[in-house]
């Protein structure tokens, strides 16, 4: 009996490994995530043999299958969470808008479009062009998100929604360069005061759906739930590159959605005053669920000018 469990288990962890490291969920973790299912999963399957008279072929198939579909199932638990996070109660900060790990942090010049990098290439962002974030200069900072990583983002400030658009585009592996512009995107521009926040949802080869929950003209607050976008991926926060603006992550780091603190903002008190009334319940919880299309109210259509569509945002 032991041998066919021994089998299995070393088929299941040879199976997820390759998986792992495609996926960007840790080699290291992903093996022993897989081991500790195939503890419990032997338990069951010995169980099951009082029953089924496993043979070294057929045990060995079920020992295998129970621990790829357990871990698989634990993994996409582990997806599709949405656990409660208290915002910080500062009103001087910009949180992180999702779970992730910060693979660059970029300067983009007053005057130049806005980009998202992708292994040194920029990737320009047309519809943040006629912004205070393309006039004045911003800093971008990318977070590549995996398949482990709760995938609802959240709002980094608390502020009011001018922009929200959905270009649509491909979806191909963000490990090709050009495919961070070619890929499907939503962008989501906050206004807090006299300063500008951009959030900016990249799909990716396995992302098939990107979800918006907030339309522009509506108020949010930090940490507020503004979308999600499903399974790995990656999401860029554009920020203003001035004085008052003080980025407080570095590449590597780890970062949390709506928790967090990726700057910090000294002039604290026009932030305070903008700062809108908490949103209800109703509005913080819009999820996909409760829809077929997502709650953004522009898209970019492909030839169109980005400041009309931009303008028609604004004005929803």
């Excluded at 008190?269 to 919880?285: G, I, K, L, Q, Y």
Aim: charged share 20%.
């Amino acid at each position: 009996m032991s041998g066919y469990l021994i089998a299995g288990s070393a088929l299941a962890i040879a199976t997820a490994l390759p998986l792992a490291h495609k996926w960007q969920l840790g080699v290291r973790r992903a093996g022993l995530l897989v081991l500790a299912v195939s503890m419990v999963t032997a338990v069951l399957v010995a169980s099951s043999d009082l029953l089924l008279h496993f043979t070294a072929v057929t045990g060995t198939l079920a020992m295998w299958i129970g621990t790829v579909l357990a871990s698989l199932g634990f993994l996409l638990a582990v997806f599709f969470a949405d656990p409660e996070r208290p915002a910080p109660s500062r009103q001087d900060v910009i949180v992180s808008p999702a779970d992730g790990r910060v693979i660059y942090v970029r300067a983009i010049q007053a005057g130049e479009i806005p980009v998202a990098d992708k292994k040194g290439n920029a990737n320009p962002l047309p519809e943040l062009a006629g912004t205070a974030l393309g006039a004045h200069g911003a800093l971008a900072i990318g977070i590549s998100m995996n398949l482990s990583d709760v995938h609802v983002n959240r709002a980094p400030i608390a502020g009011r929604v001018m922009l929200a658009l959905r270009v649509p585009g491909e979806f191909g592996s963000l490990r090709r360069p050009e495919m961070a512009v070619r890929n499907e995107r939503a962008t989501t521009l906050i206004q807090a005061g006299d300063i500008e926040v951009a959030v900016v949802q990249i799909a990716s080869r396995l992302v098939r759906r990107i979800v918006t929950f907030i339309p522009a003209g509506e108020a949010v607050r930090v940490g507020q739930r503004i979308g999600a976008i499903r399974f790995g991926s990656q999401v860029d926060l554009l920020i203003p590159a001035a004085d008052h603006v003080r980025p407080s992550v570095q590449v590597g780091d780890r970062v949390i959605a709506g928790r967090t603190i990726v700057a910090l903002l000294t002039r604290r008190t026009e932030v305070a005053a903008a700062e809108p009334p908490r949103a209800s319940p109703a509005e913080d919880r819009c999820r996909p669920a409760a829809s077929q299309g997502p709650c953004n109210s522009a898209t970019l259509r492909v030839g169109q000018d980005p400041h009309q569509a931009g303008e028609f945002a604004r004005d929803a």
